[in-house]
């Protein structure tokens, strides 16, 4: 079971105080009460508070000026401000200065507790994230790759029990999911680590000059051959031969290559001297293989030389839990390389982990350089990013196909017009989110209060479809 939070509410009105206090308590939390700043300040350094609760006015000081001091020392500590209705400019400086929410006097419980629940969702996020960037800059993860997939998980053991027998490993999965970064992995768990890995991409080399490349050539083997050539088999003697695209390959090549996959021999073209090479081979496609050996596109005898231990990598879309430490990863690359601070707040990783990512992490990754190089301010926001996941969350969030007829006439005001428009954006939020109050509010980018304020004073139905 887990520890109850602890909230640290300064506030001079012992009355309010006091049932607040029940009212947290009765919901499990344990309350800590101070009546002014010093009693605040002496307790905060007592205690291990999780969330603070701060009034503005306060007999010796002013929550403002509390806030200015405690924020840098106790960032990871939600504050939320409560002030009288007349005030509402301080809660804005408040916010302004890093408070996590307000609430205005008097409060109703309702109101409170769930601000105090989106203080702990908020609290909660943000040491998953913390603990993941530590995980990405300290290299916890296999290789420097981070996951908290299931699925990538079973690929991180299946690669650590594989990678020291010198056995040969066809993965299989969608372009940008990883393939490379997995093959390198594997040569550097192998006993052959030390020695060299040579990838190459079939699909980039033209088909008629592949099997040269691969298997080098004497001088004078063909015209423009002036000098003898040694092959990347070769050159990967004693390491690994990276096979990415290994569907691209013609038939003719593909005999060739099941020689050397069976014997680790080949001859280079213009020799009659067979050459033998000492690799571990791991080959990668996006295509279906087996498909491929049905049609008479691949050799059925090569599959099963490839094929004996398989890998599937999953496409990002169905690891979305993964994409919070990715982002972190290429922000802390980022970081280095440009010599610069970037930040993404927890709303728009939320966001993107909602994206289908064709392109899988390549696309993420070349998204997150995007929006790096056209921040102004270091902090990333959605219109840094490609048109298309733009497009993506404007389509997502216009609503229905009618949208609102936002034509002007006499009798019309523009009071009217806005009133329409949040009326319209608060029923799409809460239809999205199945009538869940705070996500609608964190997808709306207000506070729950103000949320809770506008379904009132709209008279919105929330019961309805």
């Known amino acids: 079971m887990s520890k109850p939070k602890t909230i640290l509410f300064v506030e001079d009105n012992e009355k309010f105080r006091r049932l607040s206090t029940m009212?947290?308590?009765?919901?499990?939390?344990?309350?800590?009460?101070a009546a002014s700043g010093e009693e605040a300040a002496h307790k905060i350094n007592k205690r291990e508070i999780d969330i603070i609760l701060l009034d503005i006015l306060l007999p010796d000081t002013t929550g403002l000026k509390l806030l200015e001091s405690w924020k840098p020392q106790y960032e990871d500590i939600p504050?939320?401000?409560?002030?009288?209705?007349?005030?509402?400019?301080?809660?804005?400086?408040?916010?302004?200065m890093g408070a996590f929410d307000y609430l205005t006097k008097p409060m109703k419980a309702e109101e409170l507790k769930?601000?105090?629940?989106?203080?702990?969702?908020?609290?909660?996020?943000?040491?998953?994230?913390?603990?993941?960037?530590?995980?990405?800059?300290?290299?916890?993860?296999?290789?420097?790759m981070v996951t908290r997939s299931r699925s990538m998980i079973d690929v991180f053991d299946l690669i650590e029990r594989v990678a020291p027998q010198d056995v040969t490993v066809l993965m299989e999965g969608e372009s940008g999911t990883?393939?490379?970064?997995?093959?390198?992995?594997?040569?550097?768990?192998?006993r052959r680590k030390d020695g060299p890995f040579v990838k190459v991409n079939c699909a980039a080399i033209p088909s008629n000059l592949l099997e040269s490349e691969l298997f080098g050539y004497e001088k004078g083997a063909f015209t423009g051959a002036?000098?003898?050539?040694?092959?990347?088999?070769?050159?990967?003697?004693?390491?690994?031969?990276?096979?990415?695209?290994?569907?691209?390959?013609?038939?003719?090549?593909?005999?060739?290559?099941?020689?050397?996959?069976?014997?680790?021999?080949?001859?280079?073209?213009?020799s009659g001297k067979e050459v033998s090479s000492d690799v571990r081979l791991i080959a990668a496609t996006n295509r279906n293989l087996w498909d491929m050996v049905q049609a008479g596109e691949f050799r059925e005898d090569l599959y099963y030389r490839l094929n004996i231990i398989g890998l599937k990598l999953p496409p990002l879309k169905e690891r979305t839990e993964d994409i919070p430490g990715l982002i972190q990863q290429f922000l802390s690359e980022y970081e280095k390389d440009y010599q610069r601070s970037y930040s993404i707040s927890d709303s728009l990783v939320q966001k993107l982990c909602k994206y289908p990512w064709p392109g899988n992490i390549r696309e993420?990754?070349?998204?997150i350089a995007r929006a790096v190089v056209l921040t102004?301010?270091?902090?990333?926001?959605?219109?840094?990013?490609?048109?298309?996941?733009?497009?993506?969350?404007?389509?997502?969030?216009?609503?229905?196909?009618?949208?609102?007829?936002?034509?002007?006439?006499?009798?019309?005001?523009?009071?009217?017009?806005?009133?329409?428009?949040?009326?319209?954006?608060?029923?799409?939020?809460?239809?999205?989110?199945?009538?869940?109050?705070?996500?609608?509010?964190?997808?709306?980018d207000i506070s729950r209060q103000s949320l809770l304020y506008k379904i009132r004073k709209y008279n919105i139905d929330l019961d309805r479809d």
């Open 226 to 270: 002036d000098t003898s050539k040694k092959g990347l088999c070769l050159t990967a003697d004693k390491g690994t031969l990276f096979l990415d695209e290994i569907g691209e390959i013609s038939i003719d090549l593909q005999a060739k290559l099941l020689q050397f996959t069976q014997d680790k021999t080949f001859t280079p073209l213009g």
């Open 79 to 96: 504050i939320i401000v409560c002030t009288a209705y007349g005030d509402i400019g301080d809660a804005v400086k408040a916010m302004k």
């Open 178 to 190: 990883g393939k490379s970064r997995c093959a390198r992995a594997i040569h550097q768990e192998s």
């Open 114 to 144: 769930v601000v105090i629940e989106r203080a702990i969702e908020w609290q909660d996020l943000h040491y998953e994230n913390r603990e993941l960037k530590a995980a990405v800059e300290n290299k916890f993860q296999l290789q420097g």
């Open 364 to 367: 993420l990754q070349n998204a």
């Open 23 to 33: 009212t947290l308590e009765k919901t499990g939390y344990q309350v800590v009460e």
């Open 376 to 444: 102004t301010d270091g902090e990333l926001k959605l219109d840094d990013f490609p048109y298309e996941v733009i497009e993506y969350f404007e389509g997502d969030t216009h609503g229905d196909e009618e949208g609102i007829n936002l034509s002007i006439d006499e009798d019309f005001s523009l009071p009217d017009h806005i009133e329409q428009v949040e009326v319209h954006a608060i029923e799409e939020a809460l239809r999205a989110e199945h009538g869940n109050q705070a996500r609608a509010a964190e997808r709306l």
